[in-house]
């Protein structure tokens, strides 16, 4: 299966193995985030020296085409110019106040004003924070203490949600993991995505003790698997029939597939919304927001508690803000160029498997894409079954294949690959060249 491995890692990447070796005597896998390890690949992970556009270079010189962009907060593409002078600025007059400051209500503003069902926001510093509290608040404010979540679907890695998740989870064969303890994950009920029978069964069989339904309104940590038609639509009405509150989770979807996110482009309306990755700009910010009547029951309006010494910190917030202006700019400007250069990638990509003999079914919403190496032409993949029967064996010698030839994508079958507006017409056809070759290598597995 190494082939191309061995070949390769001992020149090209001398330093990224040896960081790599110092690293995995320092932390757990080397890493601080367990899919970073390559564990899914059969490679050891490039060590990033700097980033500039759609450009990263490892510690040995190499230069990758990037479609993981942080796992997608970099819409922007690496460190540009707005939003290094914005954080380089601020930071010069302080990175924490623990008091509040201006930008915290500029960002909120603009957040507010952009997602269509939050009417009151709070920032938090990590996706899974802003799950955690979001499903808090859903307790707090309907008195129940179930939740339904859908298989395959990612919230983050707090307790209650670390069941069936996704991507990281995935790929490293815990679906649920140890350390979480049964009572606290005995109250989340789970559908498989894309059905909206499941749901309608779950709600009826557990009347009134449901406090929300909890669901990425595109899948993307499962590769990217878009909602059938009516789906989501259909989770409101179950949502309004049972009294459930509908919780969106577009910590990746936010601002990445409509400025409005994916509420918007769907024109599906939650009750409450998670948001991070691209309203941080690379920082560390990530929100909870929604209707009123429910927001003012966060402390200190309301009882229920939640903080956050580092939340809304200066920086973040000028990230987050310099991007979020960035992507308003010109009439959303940068949403026509994304759909443009990814409809080219999706393209390509298909034509490059087709002509390779391999059979992908490739999914894409704006700049989230996903080609899933599925075992049969035709096959779709609409939930997290259909998902984890691809061939993870091709998918991991594409990868390799993409990595020698200058191309660094997410390290497993069950990521989207995110696009930037950094990403030029070149970039893209340097990444359908180098793909043309991966499926070739793929389809000899
Ligand atoms: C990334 C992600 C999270 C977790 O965010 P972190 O900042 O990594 O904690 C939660 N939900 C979704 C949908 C995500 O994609």
Known sequence: MNKANSQTTTTRYTKSAAAHAEAKTLMPGGVNSPVRAYNAVGREPITIAKGKGCVVTDVDGNEYVDYVGSYGPLILGHAPEVVVAAVTKTATHGTSFGMPTLLENQLAKTVIDAVPSVQVVRFVNSGTEAAMSALRLARAATGRG???????????????????????????????????????????????????????????????????????????????????????????????????????????????????????????????????????????????????????????????YQAGTLSGNPLAMAAGLATLQALKADDFAAYAQLEKSARRLEMGLAEASASAGVPTYITRVGSMICPFFVREVGQRVVNYDDATACRTDRFAAFFRTMLDEGVVLPPAQFEAWFIGTAHDDDAIEKTIAAASKAFVVASDI
């Open 146 to 304: 179930k939740v339904i979540k859908c298989i395959g679907c990612y919230h983050g890695h707090t307790d209650a949600m670390l069941v069936s998740a996704g991507s990281g989870a995935t790929t490293l064969g815990t679906p649920s993991s140890p350390g979480v303890p049964e009572s606290l994950v005995k109250n989340t009920l789970l559908v498989p995505y894309n059905d909206l029978a499941a749901v309608e069964a779950t709600m009826q069989a557990h009347k009134d003790e449901i406090a929300c339904m909890a669901v990425e309104p595109i899948a993307g940590n499962m590769g990217c698997i878009p909602p059938e038609p009516g789906y989501l639509e259909g989770l409101r009405k179950l949502c309004d029939t049972y009294g459930v509150l509908l919780l969106f989770d577009e910590v990746m979807t936010g601002f990445r597939v409509d400025y409005g996110c994916a509420q918007k482009l769907y024109g599906v309306m939650p009750d409450l919304t998670c948001l991070g990755k691209v309203v941080g700009g690379g920082l560390p910010c990530a929100a909870y927001g929604g209707k009123a009547e429910y927001m003012r029951q966060v402390a200190p309006d309301g009882p229920m």
